[in-house]
């Protein structure tokens, strides 16, 4: 029973999680908008969750150590939560001094990532709303 | 969790920009200062910011990582009564360019401004995660 719920919670709580990681990637970012070389980085959410569910289906190996050796899909050693890939972003504008924080592109990015996590929470909630329901049995 | 993590990278942020703000308001209160501790004219002070890991997993924040002087000449200007003034009768004044002053200056503030909004939005994140189940 209780492993259904977590099955159940699973999902929401990894997209969660790999929002919150965001979340900091891009307070990063904008913390270094005036960062002489500074070099704006983000994660693909879509590829980070969906390689965050098949490695926990498959029993993926954890890598702790950059010189582990990579696994059969290959996936670069990674920090993050969840192994989720960071990635440079690509620049629009050149800055002379290196930086490639885009203002406009973050804060946008920050608001969407702010409602994505809220939204995720809220569903979150509603599940846990549910589960009282039905043990209560109104 | 990474949403507390937001805190010290927004936080740093705030503290690097009020940084730069100080030696805005030191340039602009000394642009006519002719005389300095040193017995020469006063010299532009700019901070140089650095990014700075604040977390294991790619958070990164900023820091100061040091003050420099204005290599810029001083502006001269031909006043032969001044005290100060050379044989040529020019008095050598601050590098102190107002107008990049003030733009540094307005840049700083929106910069505080815009890592305060963010500390305000994970706040308001934190507290909805805290309301899970109630």
Same mark, same amino acid.
């Given at each position: 029973?209780?492993?259904?719920? /977590? ?13 919150? $990681? *965001?979340? +900091?990637?891009? #307070? @990063? ?43 059969? /899909? ?13 990635? $440079? *972003?690509? +620049?629009?504008? #050149? @800055? ?43 | ?134």
């Amino acid at each position: 029973m209780l492993d259904r719920i /977590d099955q159940q919670m699973g999902t929401l709580r990894t997209a969660a999680n790999l929002r919150a $990681y *965001r979340q +900091e990637l891009l #307070a @990063s970012n904008i913390a270094n908008a005036d960062t002489p070389s500074y070099k704006a980085r983000d994660i693909d959410f879509k590829s980070a969750l969906d390689g965050a569910i098949a490695g926990r289906g498959a029993f993926a190996m954890a890598r702790t150590s950059p010189r582990h050796l990579a696994g059969p /899909d290959g996936a670069a050693f990674s920090n993050a939560p969840h192994g989720a890939q960071v990635l $440079y *972003r690509t +620049e629009f504008q #050149a @800055s002379v001094d290196g930086n490639t924080v885009n203002m406009d592109v973050e804060r946008s990015a920050f608001a969407e990532n702010s409602v994505q996590l809220e939204s995720a929470l809220t569903f979150i909630q509603q599940q846990f709303r549910s589960l009282q329901t039905a043990i209560q049995g109104q | 969790m990474s949403l507390f993590n937001v805190f010290s990278i927004a936080g740093s942020a705030l503290t690097a920009q009020s940084a730069r703000l100080n030696t805005t308001a030191s340039n602009l209160a000394n642009a006519d200062s002719v005389v300095s501790a040193d017995g020469k004219p006063y010299r532009a002070k700019q901070v140089v910011f650095r990014a700075m890991p604040v977390t294991t997993d790619g958070g990164v924040g900023v820091r100061v990582a040091g003050v420099v002087d204005s290599a810029a000449p001083g502006r001269m200007v031909y006043d032969p009564k001044s005290p100060v003034a050379n044989e040529q009768g020019y008095v050598e004044m601050p590098n102190v360019n107002v107008v990049e002053e003030m733009t540094n200056m307005i840049s700083a503030s929106r910069a505080y401004q815009t890592n305060a909004e963010i500390m305000s939005a994970a706040k308001t994140l934190l507290l909805k995660t805290l309301a899970i189940a109630q």
